[in-house]
C-alpha cells in the first residue's frame, strides 16, 4: 500500500463550489505539505503543517484552507473555486533531520 | 526575481547521451540542494541530496553544486529512455524536510 494517499486522483468541479482534498499518510509522520503544480511554475507550497496545532502558511496560500485533523490526515479546501486553481495538487510528508519530503500520487483538479 | 530558476525545456537527448540539467538561485542562505525526477502522473521522488558545494556522484548520476555562483547542476551519464522523466531542483535553508522552493522543473525526454 501508499505511504501517501490522495483522494481523489481527479476531480473536476464548477466556478464557486466548495471543495476538499485530502491526503493520508501511514508514514508516521510530523510534518505534512500541500502543494499546487503548474506547467510552467513549477511546485509551489500552499500549506505545511509541522503537526497538529502548527499550520502555516505557504507561497500561495490566498484561496485556500486547511485542516490537519490527525498527525495522518491533512486536508485543503478551496473554499470558491476559481478556473486559476485548476493544477495538479500533491501532498507531501517529512520527518526532521531527514533528506527527503514524501509527496502522494497528486489529484488532478479542473475549475470550469 | 524567483528564487529558483531552472530552464523548464524541454530536453531531448539520444539514449547513452550525457545529460546537464542546471538551476541558479538568488538566496545566499540555502544551503541544502536536491533534485526530484517525477515520472508522468506521479508525485516527485529524491534523486540527489547534497549539503553546501561539492560534487556527490550516485551511479550515473551526479550532483554539483557551487554556491560561490549559485549555481547546481545534475549530470546524466549514458542517458537511458527510463531516465524520462521532468527533474526539479529543490532548496533549503535548513534540511531536505523543511520547507523546500523549487525550480520550474525540467522535463526531459531520452530516446531509444
Known amino acids: 500500500d501508499a505511504d501517501v494517499t490522495q483522494t481523489p486522483r481527479n476531480r473536476i468541479t464548477k466556478t464557486g463550489k466548495r471543495i476538499m482534498l485530502e491526503c493520508s499518510q501511514t508514514k508516521g509522520h510530523d510534518r505534512m505539505y500541500w502543494y499546487r503544480q503548474d506547467p510552467g511554475l513549477g511546485l509551489r507550497l500552499i500549506y505545511y503543517?509541522?503537526?497538529?496545532?502548527?499550520?502555516n502558511k505557504g507561497e500561495i496560500s490566498d484561496g485556500y484552507s486547511v485542516s490537519r485533523q490527525a498527525q495522518a490526515k491533512f486536508s485543503l479546501s478551496l473554499e470558491s473555486a476559481i478556473p486559476n486553481q485548476t493544477a495538479l495538487y500533491f501532498c507531501?510528508?517529512?520527518?526532521?533531520?531527514?533528506?527527503?519530503?514524501?509527496f502522494g500520487p497528486g489529484t488532478r483538479l479542473l475549475v470550469l | 526575481q524567483k528564487e529558483v530558476e531552472q530552464d523548464p525545456g524541454p530536453l531531448s537527448v539520444p539514449e547513452g547521451a550525457i545529460v546537464s540539467l542546471n538551476c541558479t538561485y538568488s538566496n545566499s542562505a540555502f544551503q541544502y540542494f536536491m533534485w526530484y525526477r517525477q515520472y508522468s502522473r506521479k508525485g516527485p521522488e529524491l534523486l540527489m541530496y547534497t549539503y553546501s558545494s561539492g560534487n556527490k556522484e550516485d551511479g550515473r548520476f551526479t550532483a554539483q553544486v557551487d554556491k560561490s555562483s549559485k549555481y547546481i547542476s545534475l549530470f546524466i551519464r549514458d542517458s537511458q529512455p527510463s531516465d524520462s522523466a521532468t527533474y526539479l531542483c529543490?532548496?533549503?535553508?535548513?534540511?531536505?524536510?523543511?520547507?523546500?522552493?523549487f525550480g520550474k522543473g525540467m522535463k526531459l525526454t531520452v530516446n531509444p
Open positions: 503543517s509541522f503537526d497538529v496545532k502548527d499550520i
Open positions: 507531501a510528508t517529512s520527518d526532521p533531520g531527514r533528506e527527503t519530503q514524501y
Open positions: 529543490a532548496m533549503s535553508e535548513e534540511g531536505g524536510s523543511e520547507k523546500l522552493v
